[in-house]
DNA sequence: CTAGAATTATCTGGATACAGATTTGGCAAT
DNA sequence: ATTGCCAAATCTGTATCCAGATAATTCTAG
């Protein structure tokens, strides 16, 4: 409503983040068109502050920017999920070894509340409560670059979860495995939380990649292309 | 000579790209700042360009954008060091397993064209050819955004080179280390390729960490600091 | 002569304006 | 009726302009 008048160098940042989770959320199905006119419009600001954030989103890997086209919500193609399912697999083990040591019981036990919520919601909730539960435990790592790296994976993963509807087994073994990587972490025993969470990640991307596959195979939703909203 | 009137919409990334090489081959110092309107007389165009060259290359980590102020290059610390090469350590590696399949007896030729050279330069050649010859032998993996994961990673890393003189034992175990990578490519011994691919990243980031922090320690060369140029 | 405050200069961030590219709609020809 | 082409409308990319913020300089007071 009340315009912004202080130039703090962050507008950019901020409605990108805001289109980042509305991206993320499958409110803007893939294809869907993007123009810098209308977003500024919704923003209430210029069409630069917007230009900028379509940058940042596209080095995200979550909009396209083709010459002189207007902006595009990256499509949802299985190769992707697979590779960003890879580089999560290798990143996260990583940031939780050196995570684990600055755990605080205070984390882990924030971790486990989030883990309860996630497994009494419906698949909507469940995507985002699940990042919460990986980048709680990866947090105190100490590596900004490696954290910023995992945020950006696993915000390009989540999406790919309204793309296919609850697989109740893959909630009920994800979930037998977060509270494995619970356990771990509790005991603070780096080795085998690194392996459990490997083996999850590697795991919970294999049943989605087949969900995605026969999905893919049967494509039985009418596609919702077409300008924003 | 005469500039570019075309509108192609990659104007900001050839910019990006000149800066970044700019950057990585150590002619701008860290905390050099870079001035909008110099850069722009530079390049002969608006600041607009600019700033989004910038933006990109604050994303890569090579530049600092404090709001209000101009954007700096950025430091080389150690800790920064340590980080992006254990994410290289585990990144490379997943994508010389995907690579190997794909590689070619050509690529692998063409590697090993590089590394001879890099056997007889200096260490300012050495940095951008070592760089080189791991981005060859991942390039089959078939895996874009990993393959521009690593690239970057390996041009932060690549910026270290020239703060340390050249260690003569790194260079050669480094050497000895590529040509045993070389060796198991040829095999396509996937495995041990990528066991020693990761070996090799952590031994030569830990030799690199000492010289650094030996450097630290002992602080000889006087700051260039300043404006650019 | 030094320290602090106010004024000036400089630089960045955002808005507006303009030029080029792309797409869409209509018209004509087959 | 359909296809190809031309023209108008639309949207992006760059330049210029203005406002706000930071840094530098000067002036004044002790």
Redesign the pocket.
Known sequence: MT??????????EEIAAVLRAVIIAGKHPPET????????ERF??????I??S?KILEREGLVL???????VVAPLDVESFVEINEMRAVAEPLALRHAIPELTNRLIAQAEAIQDDAEQSDIVEFAALNRAFHMTLLGPCARPRLLSHIASLNHLSQRYFHTVAVELEYSASSHKEHRALLAACAARDAASACAILQDHIEAASRLMEDALRAKEAAPSSARTEG?LQ
Not at 65 to 71: F, G, I
């Open positions: 315009r912004k008048i202080i130039r703090d160098g962050q507008t950019a068109m993007l123009f810098q006119e209308e977003l500024a209430q600001t210029s069409r630069m502050p230009r900028e379509l920017l083709p010459a002189n086209r207007s902006a300008r």
